[in-house]
């Protein structure tokens, strides 16, 4: 199963050709990390950030070391990038153009996105440290027919994607192509997985059927002999329940290719002497 570092991996690699691409994948960076301070776990995002700050003639450091992160027990030290915020001056989500939005929403998933693909489902979100900027992204991506939901936690906002359809139109939009290949991969493995599931209980079922059916035509075949009725009964009758005994396991269409008749005609016998078994009973 493809990982998400693999996927934001992926996303780091795409180098746009066009300048207001890598201007409007910038601005996507500082609007996921909420500021000019861009602060990521993922060395490749770091390195993203500082090729297209330097691919559009603005001075940057090399990525440095943060400050560490506590959360209980458990410390994560970042990477951090200080870029300009002037690159966002004048750029609108409203007048860009298509390709420029999609690199936009690139910029965003990097900086502030997670990517989980589980056996209960992909899922994909944003932590955002203001409402303000989450309802945007909401915006942004209902723009681009991806529906994303809204949350909270620990004082942050989040807007996350949860559907199998919804993440892979998001995942195309934004150029993981592998990833999505992962998405349909794993969804037509699951598809494969659930029919074989059901016929295999169907099948279960049938067995289960056969074998109580047969039972039932055993004993009734057994009072018949043990009462001296079956010895008097048809050819017929008495050839099925013969072969019955003799194969004890066996379906109607294994009994009736043995008999030579239908299977229609095999399930009236079994069934008629099981009718004059429990008439007997009476």
Known sequence: MLVAGEVKGELARIHPARACCRRAELVGLLHGSGGSTLRTLDHATARTAVHLATALG????????????????????????????????????????????????????????????TSSGPHVEFVLRHR??????????????????????????????????????????????????????????????????????????????????????????ARLEADGRLARLGPGLRETAALRRHMPDADLDTLAGALGVSRSAVNHRLRRLVELASDEEK
Not at 90 to 111: E, I, M, Q, T, Y
Not at 145 to 157: Q, T
């Open 132 to 221: 303000r900027t989450a309802d945007e992204l909401r915006a942004n991506l209902a723009d681009l027919d991806v529906r994303a939901l809204p949350a909270e936690r620990r004082g942050r906002h989040l807007v996350y994607l949860k559907g199998q359809e919804e993440i892979a139109a998001l995942l195309q939009l934004v150029g993981a192509n592998r990833g999505v290949l992962e998405l349909e991969t794993h969804r037509v493995g699951r598809d494969v997985r659930a029919r074989l599931n059901r016929l295999l209980n169907a099948e279960e079922a049938n067995l289960a059927r056969t074998v109580r059916a047969a039972d039932r035509q055993l004993s009734a075949i």
């Open 58 to 117: 603005m001075a940057v450091d090399p990525p440095r070391p943060g400050a560490f992160d506590r959360r209980g027990d458990r410390s994560r030290h970042h990477l951090v990038v200080e870029l300009d915020p002037g690159v966002a001056d004048g750029w609108s989500w409203a007048a860009a153009p298509s390709h420029d939005r999609r690199a936009f929403v690139r910029g965003v998933l990097l900086a502030s996105g997670s990517i989980s693909f």
